[in-house]
Each structure stands twice: as structure tokens, then as C-alpha cells.
């Protein structure tokens, strides 16, 4: 069964930092890309960084880039989004998604949410004092 899990959310102060996790099971890392999208109460869903599936490849919305950083452990199966100097704006449910795309140099964070084969749940994150 094909499945994503993530973890990490929580309550933190704008400057904190929170590592957000997205265990993955069912398949392995080297045939998904994985973009993690994330969605502010009344706002659509937008893609914030990806990770291609041969793991050479990130990206990031301008938004975050140089605070947030995208990472896989292949032994763990597990993608991982460290997000540092958090602003109230990063206040959003964040899901990962896999799109197949079997050893894969490029990703896109701006993929459409329709193109992603698999879901998460999602974890809050909410960065307030």
C-alpha cells in the first residue's frame, strides 16, 4: 500500500525553526519526485520546494527560498523539509505529494496538484507569538 506520512508540524515563534518529515512507504524515493505543497486557511495550494527522484535536483518557490531546505534519507525512506526563520506567512497545513517520475534529474515545485499521483495528510504549522 502506497502511502505518505507526515510529521513535524507544531506551534512556533516567527524566526523559529521546525523540521517537517514525509515518510514514505509502498514504493521507494527513486521513483517519485516529492513536493511539498502547502495550503494557508482560505488561500489555494502551492507548491514550496521539490526533491527529483534521483535526489539530485531541489527547488524552491521564491517565498522560501534561503530559509527552507529539501532532503531525502533513501535508507530511511523519508523526505524531510527544514524550515528556518519562519515568518506568520509559513502558517499553513503542509503536505508532501509524489509524482512518478522513475530516476529523475529535475523536479518542479510549481507542478500542479493534479499531476501528483499520491497524498499526504498533512501537518499544521503555525508560526505566531
Known amino acids: 500500500q502506497l502511502q505518505l506520512v507526515e510529521s513535524g508540524g507544531g506551534l512556533v515563534q516567527p524566526g523559529g525553526s521546525l523540521r517537517l518529515s514525509c515518510a514514505v512507504s509502498g514504493f521507494a524515493l527513486d521513483y517519485y519526485n516529492i513536493v511539498w505543497f502547502r495550503q494557508a486557511p482560505g488561500k489555494e495550494r502551492e507548491g514550496v520546494s521539490c526533491?527529483?527522484?534521483?535526489?539530485?535536483?531541489?527547488k524552491y518557490a521564491d517565498s522560501v527560498k534561503g530559509r527552507f531546505t529539501i532532503s531525502r534519507d533513501n535508507a530511511k525512506n523519508t523526505v524531510y523539509l527544514q524550515m528556518n526563520s519562519l515568518k506568520p506567512e509559513d502558517t499553513a497545513v503542509y503536505y508532501c505529494?509524489?509524482?512518478?517520475?522513475?530516476?529523475?534529474?529535475?523536479?518542479?515545485?510549481?507542478?500542479?496538484?493534479?499531476?501528483?499521483?499520491?497524498w499526504g495528510k498533512g501537518t499544521l504549522v503555525t508560526v505566531s507569538s
Open positions: 526533491i527529483s527522484s534521483r535526489g539530485g535536483s531541489t
Open positions: 505529494a509524489a509524482e512518478y517520475k522513475h530516476l529523475s534529474s529535475n523536479c518542479y515545485y510549481s507542478a500542479s496538484a493534479s499531476d501528483m499521483d499520491y
